[in-house]
């Protein structure tokens, strides 16, 4: 079998899929994007697909991965890890296909019999917020999460801490002890807020503080755990095993948080885990992409043992706001009491709507995040 084309689909709001195409006629999907960086990505997996993969074997996948990552002399990072992803991804379904078997079993099989997911929460005002969360356990999620701020000052106001504070306990009080609350400072507040709002919300007992610090200031993370209770968790903005490897040894991390479409694929998330489970931590993959990059990540998640949860970006409790909706020939997400059911199927487990992608992808996509200011005009985290 050999590789001999692609194509690229740029799909609103944020997507980006790959079709791989064999001489068998065995096509595989695939989900590389950077939000916000579609275009950037797209350019990355074309080099790498003309350069490289054209007329390859598609079966062998780690080599490739291999020869993607370690062939340029310069390495990592989001777009060229997001690029390897996608493509890793569209491997990984080809094989499967081929051998009429779930990604899941050439990973060595199963380790559970369904994934627990959970659902993030808009809204700012702490009614509105708490109304989404209550909506949500009351459609079957037992996990939900939720932005702890908005920007932040490096030292803010006692009363916008007191703000943020209200804000996430009214959520807490709204929905039963049974659902479990993340909270995510995306990396918004500096060192000294994340100590201060992480002692304040112990209370909580969230189930996690996500990104408490940006992923460029990790050296601060053992002071910040050693004084709460809380579990911490990071890594969404980290690309493979080499960026990990500091995080992990600090010991102040409880949950690594590695996508699927930005990490190097399912290869790199699986080693991933492992690296994780060797250091007695837990794994809670991000992933508010697409429907493909949600069934790589179920694909590894049935397969490493020490998973937590797993993050979803669409209402999959939902038939008609599901990302099974369109692009999807039949809807695989079977969402039950808060759990995804596997995904049986051979390769990722789904089947693309080719006509309606290609339709889909005559749209302009143009999304990217807002740039956000302070009061006095300068730039805030966003």
């Given at each position: 079998m050999q590789i001999t084309g692609y194509e690229l689909f740029e799909i609103p709001p944020r997507w980006v899929f790959l079709k791989l195409e064999t001489n068998t006629g065995v096509l595989g999907w695939g989900e590389p994007v950077i939000e916000g960086r579609a275009k950037t990505v797209r350019a990355a997996v074309e080099e790498m697909l003309d350069q490289y993969l054209i007329g390859k074997d598609p079966f062998r996948i780690e080599d490739h991965w291999q020869a993607l990552y370690r062939g340029g002399f310069y390495r990592g990072g989001p777009i060229l890890m997001s690029a390897i992803a996608g493509i890793n991804q569209a491997l990984w379904d080809i094989k499967g296909k081929h051998f009429g078997a779930p990604v899941y079993e050439l990973l060595g099989g199963k380790s559970r019999d369904k994934v627990r997911v959970y659902k993030w929460i808009g809204g700012d005002r702490p009614e509105d917020v708490a109304a989404e969360a209550t909506r949500l356990a009351e459609a079957g999620y037992t996990a939900l999460k939720m932005d702890a701020t908005n920007q932040t000052r490096f030292i803010e106001t006692k009363a916008s801490l007191d703000e943020i504070t209200e804000r996430i306990q009214h959520v807490r009080t709204a929905v039963d002890d049974r659902v479990d609350i993340g909270i995510d400072f995306r990396g918004r507040v500096s060192k000294?807020?994340?100590?201060?709002?992480?002692?304040?919300?112990?209370?909580?007992?969230?189930?996690?503080?996500?990104?408490?610090?940006?992923?460029?200031?990790?050296?601060?993370?053992?002071?910040?755990?050693?004084?709460?209770?809380?579990?911490?968790?990071?890594?969404?903005?980290?690309?493979?095993?080499?960026?990990?490897?500091?995080?992990?040894?600090?010991?102040?991390?409880?949950?690594?948080?590695?996508?699927?479409?930005?990490?190097?694929?399912?290869?790199?998330?699986?080693?991933?885990?492992?690296?994780?489970?060797?250091?007695?931590?837990?794994?809670?993959?991000?992933?508010?992409?697409?429907?493909?990059?949600?069934?790589?990540?179920?694909?590894?998640?049935t397969v490493v043992p020490n998973l937590l949860v797993q993050d979803q970006g669409f209402d999959v409790h939902s038939e008609t706001t599901s990302p099974a909706h369109d692009l999807l020939n039949s809807n695989p997400f079977a969402f039950d009491d808060g759990y995804l059911k596997t995904l049986d199927g051979p390769g990722l487990g789904i089947d693309v709507a080719l006509d309606v992608v290609r339709e889909k992808a005559e749209a302009d996509l143009d999304w990217h995040n807002p740039i956000w200011r302070h009061e006095d005009g300068s730039v805030a985290d966003w």
């Open positions: 000294s807020m994340a100590k201060t709002l992480t002692n304040r919300l112990e209370s909580v007992e969230p189930m996690f503080i996500e990104e408490p610090v940006l992923p460029e200031n990790i050296e601060h993370l053992p002071n910040i755990a050693a004084q709460t209770r809380a579990p911490i968790a990071a890594g969404e903005r980290l690309y493979s095993r080499w960026d990990y490897k500091d995080l992990l040894k600090t010991g102040a991390i409880d949950v690594i948080q590695p996508d699927v479409s930005h990490a190097g694929g399912i290869s790199e998330m699986v080693k991933l885990a492992n690296m994780a489970e060797s250091h007695d931590v837990a794994i809670a993959p991000n992933c508010p992409l697409g429907p493909i990059a949600l069934a790589a990540s179920i694909q590894v998640d």
